[in-house]
Each structure stands twice: as C-alpha cells, then as structure tokens.
C-alpha cells in the first residue's frame, strides 16, 4: 500500500489567548529594566573595557539578584543598588582573574614557545613535550580537560564555563590548580623541586 499524501502539521493554537497582566512588582521591575539596561550596560563595558559578552552578563546578574531582593528594601535606592551590584560583578571578574594563572600561563607559554624557536632546542623539543604531556596525564581528568580547552584550543575563561558546565570562577581555580601541580610535577622530574 502506497501513501500518496502528505500529512500536514495543524497550527496549533497559542496557550494564552489573551495577554496575562502585569502584578504591579512585575510593572515595577520591566520599568527599572527599561530605564537601565542600557546605562548598566554602558557602565559595566567600561569597566570590562570592552568586553561586551562579560559586562552583558554583569547586568543580567545585577537584574537577577534585584528580581530576589524585596522591592521595599530596595525601591528607593534601586539605582545606586544596581549600579554597585552592577560593579559587584564586575570587580568579582577582576579579582578573580587577577588570582588566575595568566601570569603563570603565559610564562609557562612563554618560556616553551622561546626554546621552540630556538635551534639548538629545537631537537629537545619533542622529548620535552612528551614530558609535560605525560605530567599533564597525572593531572585529575577535569583538570586536563580545562587545561587542554585553554591551551590546546585557545577558548576563554567564559567559553570554558559554558562547555563544562562550572562556573567561570570555578574555570579560574581548576587552570590555577593544574599549573601549579604541572610545575612542582615538572620541577620534582627536573630534579629541581625545593619543596
């Protein structure tokens, strides 16, 4: 038997036909938004110097924790607590990027990418690369995977959170964690650890 027709899908009808209205805190918070979305988000990309992605997310953040606050705490002073909630999150970024590895990353980079280019290194080069991969290899698993998604693959601290499922801060503590264990486990099969 041969089906000669096709079957097409019946629009479905919408769930609300009617607009549901606004309780008066919902009124309240859709003005604040509207009044401020676009200021917050001026402020916060000039803190972030730029970094669109990361100062969206400081005012959706500050939005969010205005939405769980009590509007009568709150109601009077919703700018200023927006904005320093805003710098909150922003000042948060810094810390905590401060207190990551850049500066031990790039170092660690740095120092391989220089003997690279060296010739006189460059026939150590595979040997020394299989070291760090072995040393790599007795990182825990989520460590190397982070790890791998920062150098390997060159992704951000954001991109890294959002694959994994942690928390940027959370991205920031497992890299940190896993160049200090790569450099003691590094220094211990040099013959040079001083701990």
Not at 64 to 89: F, I, M
Not at 138 to 153: F, Y
């Amino acid at each position: 038997m041969t089906v000669n027709h096709v079957i097409e899908p019946r629009p479905e009808s919408s769930p609300i036909d009617s607009v549901v209205p606004l309780d008066d805190r919902q009124r309240w918070l859709q003005s604040v938004f509207d009044r401020l979305q676009r200021p917050l988000s001026a402020y916060a990309l000039k803190l972030l110097g730029g970094d669109w992605g990361r100062a969206q997310d400081c005012v959706q953040e500050a939005f969010v924790k205005l939405c769980r606050e009590e509007r009568h705490k709150v109601e009077s002073h919703v700018d200023a607590w927006l904005y320093k909630t805003c710098r909150n999150q922003v000042m948060d970024i810094h810390r905590k990027e401060s207190r990551m590895i850049v500066n031990s990353e790039t170092s660690a980079l740095a120092d391989l990418h220089s003997r690279e280019s060296e010739p006189a290194h460059q026939a150590s080069q595979s040997e020394q690369h299989q070291r760090v991969e072995a040393q790599i290899a007795n990182l825990p698993k989520l460590e190397q995977e982070i790890l791998m998604l920062r150098l390997s693959q060159g992704l951000s601290y954001k991109q890294i959170a959002e694959i994994s499922d942690l928390s940027i801060s959370h991205v920031g503590v497992l890299l940190h964690q896993a160049v200090v264990r790569l450099k003691k486990s590094m220094a211990v099969s040099d013959g040079s650890a001083n701990a």
